[in-house]
């Protein structure tokens, strides 16, 4: 999740709130493939949990019979989990660290290194590079991450409520008898991502893959990236903009999606919109997306970038763009 953070301290303090966590742990898609990976994975390993909150990935691995657990958060949260722990008979099981994880010093190496870090569209919120920097130094030769592969998808969409409330589709007609059109012109050269709630139905196309990354091997630097990729319209409408989502394989038979065909996460789908154009089935859409490092703004937001055409019978016949340091809700 992420709103916005003006800060490293307004980060970790936002996850100090007790409702940031209810959020995620009533997500049942969410946490259940988590306890399921977990329940696969633990039995007899030496487990780390990076970012733990509440501490419920690290009471999952303890309950399967990891041989130890230690906890890590920067965060106030940790203080409850530990007692959390306790209460739950757990607590001689489980090993309790505040602060950063780049600044951790631990005693051993790790069979298992799980974690919860991904933000909106997968990358928001950068704890990934956290994640990356314990597995780096903290896991055992053979040992395996929790998730271990991340994809990035993208699908063409249309959805005129989404267009209206996310992207510019309030400028296109006059707001209480005025004409607004000036501010569809300026929006449409900083548009903002924000997450949606995508119907199956609104999908003109199927959904490619801007980035697939085996998460034992990706360096940080691998989840900033650029990708050319092509999809064909499978029926006809209008492109309001680009959904986005992410899947993450837990364990070898156990998948996260946010996929508006799966069920609805917290993270719902995240929506890249730009001006309009209409399609036809069989057109054929080519584009560039990149995600790079913020250098103003929001540092745990990275900024999106997609340049892109539409093809009809081999013709280019209409191009396309997305610029935003996006901002998700």
Same mark, same amino acid.
């Given at each position: 999740?992420?709103?916005?953070?003006?800060?490293?301290?307004?980060?970790?303090?936002?996850?100090?709130?007790? #409702?940031?966590?209810?959020?995620?742990?009533?997500?049942?898609?969410?946490?259940?493939?988590? @306890? @399921?990976?977990?329940?696969?994975?633990?039995?007899?390993?030496?487990?780390?949990?990076?970012? *733990?909150?509440?501490?419920?990935? !690290?009471?999952?691995?303890?309950?399967?019979?990891?041989?130890?657990?230690?906890?890590?958060?920067?965060?106030?949260?940790?203080?409850?989990?530990?007692?959390?722990?306790?209460?739950?008979?757990?607590?001689?099981?489980?090993?309790?660290?505040?602060?950063?994880?780049?600044?951790?010093?631990?005693?051993?190496?790790?069979?298992?290194?799980?974690?919860?870090?991904?933000?909106?569209?997968?990358?928001?919120?950068?704890?990934?590079?956290?994640?990356?920097?314990?597995?780096?130094?903290?896991?055992?030769?053979?040992?395996?991450?929790?998730?271990?592969?991340?994809?990035?998808?993208?699908?063409?969409?249309?959805?005129?409520?989404?267009?209206?409330?996310?992207?510019?589709?309030?400028?296109?007609?006059?707001?209480?008898?005025?004409?607004?059109?000036?501010?569809?012109?300026?929006?449409?050269?900083?548009?903002? *991502?924000?997450?949606?709630?995508?119907?199956?139905?609104?999908?003109?196309?199927?959904?490619?893959?801007?980035?697939?990354?085996?998460?034992?091997?990706?360096?940080?630097?691998?989840?900033?990236? *650029?990708?050319?990729? !092509?999809?064909?319209?499978?029926?006809?409408?209008?492109?309001?903009?680009? #959904?986005?989502?992410?899947?993450?394989?837990?364990?070898?038979?156990?998948?996260?999606?946010?996929?508006?065909?799966?069920?609805?996460?917290?993270?719902?789908?995240?929506?890249?919109?730009?001006?309009?154009?209409?399609?036809?089935?069989?057109?054929?859409?080519?584009?560039?997306?990149?995600?790079?490092?913020?250098?103003?703004?929001?540092?745990?937001?990275?900024?999106?970038?997609?340049?892109?055409?539409?093809?009809?019978?081999?013709?280019?016949?209409?191009?396309?763009?997305? @610029?935003?340091?996006?901002?998700?809700?």
């Amino acid at each position: 999740m992420s709103d916005g953070y003006s800060s490293d301290h307004d980060y970790f303090a936002s996850y100090a709130d007790p #409702g940031v966590h209810r959020l995620m742990i009533q997500d049942h898609a969410r946490t259940d493939a988590y @306890r @399921r990976a977990i329940e696969k994975m633990a039995k007899g390993k030496r487990v780390l949990d990076i970012g *733990t909150g509440t501490g419920i990935l !690290s009471m999952f691995a303890a309950r399967a019979g990891a041989a130890q657990v230690d906890a890590v958060d920067s965060s106030a949260i940790i203080d409850l989990a530990r007692e959390i722990a306790s209460d739950n008979g757990l607590d001689g099981q489980i090993r309790f660290h505040r602060g950063r994880a780049e600044e951790l010093d631990l005693d051993q190496e790790y069979d298992l290194v799980i974690s919860e870090w991904m933000g909106f569209f997968g990358l928001a919120e950068l704890m990934f590079e956290s994640v990356i920097d314990a597995r780096d130094r903290y896991l055992a030769p053979g040992g395996r991450m929790l998730p271990g592969q991340l994809r990035l998808r993208v699908a063409p969409v249309c959805d005129s409520h989404v267009h209206e409330d996310l992207g510019i589709g309030l400028w296109e007609r006059p707001v209480y008898g005025f004409d607004f059109s000036r501010i569809l012109e300026t929006e449409v050269q900083s548009f903002i *991502t924000a997450a949606c709630d995508l119907k199956p139905s609104s999908l003109l196309g199927r959904a490619v893959t801007v980035l697939d990354l085996d998460l034992d091997d990706a360096t940080a630097d691998d989840f900033f990236f *650029t990708s050319a990729e !092509s999809m064909t319209i499978e029926q006809e409408g209008t492109v309001h903009g680009f #959904g986005g989502w992410f899947e993450v394989d837990l364990a070898d038979d156990v998948e996260l999606s946010c996929s508006p065909m799966h069920v609805q996460t917290h993270w719902r789908q995240s929506f890249f919109p730009v001006r309009p154009f209409p399609v036809e089935r069989g057109d054929v859409i080519r584009f560039a997306m990149k995600a790079q490092r913020a250098e103003v703004g929001d540092q745990r937001l990275p900024v999106y970038f997609i340049d892109g055409e539409m093809l009809r019978d081999d013709r280019v016949v209409h191009r396309f763009f997305y @610029r935003h340091h996006g901002s998700f809700e």
